[in-house]
């Protein structure tokens, strides 16, 4: 392994940090970094580079993605329950995910790989909306809900970490990362049975930092279609004045899913078209319907999400810690 290290300073102002890493864990996983730290700019002289938009929240759980795949250390290959985006969660492995510097850790010789008997059914992938991973029934997370009004807040501020995530991917070019969120996002919403629906700060954000062309708001785009709006109770329409309000945008998005997918299914009786399919099953059947494929073409990429599932929920623990963090830091305000 290159022992070359690098500082990188995060955060704005006062409240920055200097991280040392490893220079080809940044390398290997994103070109602007191989092209800072490797070409013929300042930063590859000085081994040094400055995000001033960047949390140090956010970067830490950036290298602990590199560390559970270059490591192999996993916290466990089962998707935790919603309790864990609650304070004083009894989760396995709540709050042991971000804690203790992650920088520079070079491999230990003793560092194990997931248990056999900890690995989902290898004939599916917890991404795959027919797998055999446990999937919570909706009156459950219903009950949840009515009962812990901190679990909405609590599942509202892990997706808007998942987005910082993503929107750190894109903007430092760290395609895998990109697709890896996306895929624990949809691994957690198919066994939580609850997809990500409309919510102002998320949906501004995300227009924010993100093209309007973005997989990460094709999601929701998705999600708003086949699952918001097939929900009992408000009518359709008033849904759709709602968005419009929001971003519209996103709501053109929506409709042009919608109306697609109930003109199909109204002349085709739910049999496959050339068009938007009926059912969120056929629309997409697993993650990689969203993914750019950038660094790992569909059937490798397939070959890790069944292999490799600690990564993903590994990524469902850090959002769900870190939003644990900015509700404290919220309380605390």
Known sequence: MDLDTVTVRVGEAESAVNITVYRNLLSDVSPYFRGAFEGSFVEATDRFISLTDVTEHTFRMF?????????????????????????????????????GPVEVQPPHPTQSVPDAETLPDATSALDELDGHQKRWDVNEIEGLCSENSELIN???????????????????????????????????SI?????????????ESAYAALPSSSKFIRLLVLSTAYCWLSQPGTSSATKMRAMKEMNEEFAFEVMVVQNQRLKDGESLEGMPSEGMPFWLEEAMPDSCTLHEHLA?????????????????????????????????????G
């Open 63 to 99: 290298l602990q993605w590199v560390h559970t795949q270059v490591y192999e250390h996993s916290s466990g290959a089962t998707i935790p329950s919603p309790a864990i985006l609650l304070h004083g969660s009894t989760t396995k492995n709540a709050g042991n995910t971000t804690t």
């Open 154 to 188: 609590g599942y509202r501020l892990s997706l808007l970490s998942f987005l910082r995530l993503y929107v750190f991917a894109d903007k430092y070019n760290v395609p895998q990362l990109r697709d890896d969120v996306l895929t624990a996002l949809t691994a957690q």
């Open 296 to 332: 790992r073409d569909a059937a490798k990429c397939r070959e890790r999400i069944c292999d490799q599932p600690y990564i993903f929920t590994g990524l469902i623990e850090m959002c769900a810690q870190d939003a644990l963090s900015m509700a404290k830091e919220s309380d605390e």
């Open 191 to 203: 066994s939580w049975c609850w997809w990500p629906d409309i919510e102002r700060e998320l949906m």
